[in-house]
């Protein structure tokens, strides 16, 4: 992405090295790991040595950990992508609030159909099919694309908003608060 799109940096915010830090714990005294983490060690080990390995500034890579809601907000603002590369090991992604933050926000949500993602943000993000191989190119592409042309960033961005405002938590309680009524009047 950064060859192609000289200007794009990559902020990551999670506690990428607890997370990594944790799952080393799990390496037993001859190397093993259990059966139950293997995959998560594995994504940890690879994801640690490609940090290692763009460690150089000019990648633009930052790992800011966990930061403020303030900080959250004032970076998704800035953004011109969320770059959402979802590829869980096991399900476990329901909804993404992220991802909803980003429509609202107009950061171009380019994410997976992972899990729920897809039923979900299918009308509003950007969402390229992953795949048994390959799958990565494609959403490279697509993020590239999203950096590079304004017009196909703000023609998502207008469905991403659109969708958000509809996903208010205000609008969200609405809708609820019409269910609730909707039963306790056929009862």
């Given amino acids: 992405i950064k060859r192609a799109v000289p200007?794009?940096?990559l902020r990551i915010f999670y506690r990428l090295q607890k997370w990594i830090g944790d799952l080393k714990s799990?390496?037993?005294p001859d190397g093993s790991v259990f059966h139950s983490v293997k995959d998560l060690f594995d994504?940890?080990?690879?994801?640690?040595?490609?940090?290692?390995?763009?460690?150089?500034?000019?990648?633009?890579?930052?790992?800011?950990?966990?930061?403020?809601r303030a900080t959250i907000e004032r970076e998704m603002a800035e953004a011109e992508v969320l770059a959402y590369p979802c590829d869980t090991t096991t399900w476990s992604e329901g909804f993404s609030c992220t991802v909803l933050e980003a429509c609202a926000a107009r950061a171009c949500p380019v994410i997976t159909d992972c899990d729920a993602l897809e039923d979900i943000y299918g009308g509003?993000?950007?969402v390229p099919h992953r795949g048994p191989v390959g799958w990565t190119e494609h959403w490279r592409q697509q993020v590239i694309e999203a950096?590079?042309?304004?017009?196909?960033?703000a023609v998502v961005n207008e469905r991403?908003?659109?969708?958000?405002?509809?996903h208010t938590w205000k609008a969200t309680a609405t809708k609820l608060m019409s269910e609730i009524q909707a039963r306790l009047s056929s009862t």
């Fill in 7 to 9: 200007h794009a940096h």
């Fill in 160 to 166: 991403a908003y659109a969708f958000a405002q509809e």
């Fill in 124 to 126: 509003a993000a950007v």
């Fill in 43 to 68: 994504r940890a080990m690879y994801i640690e040595e490609a940090l290692r390995r763009m460690s150089d500034p000019k990648w633009g890579i930052t790992v800011c950990d966990s930061v403020s």
């Fill in 147 to 153: 950096l590079q042309s304004d017009h196909y960033r």
């Fill in 26 to 28: 799990a390496q037993q």
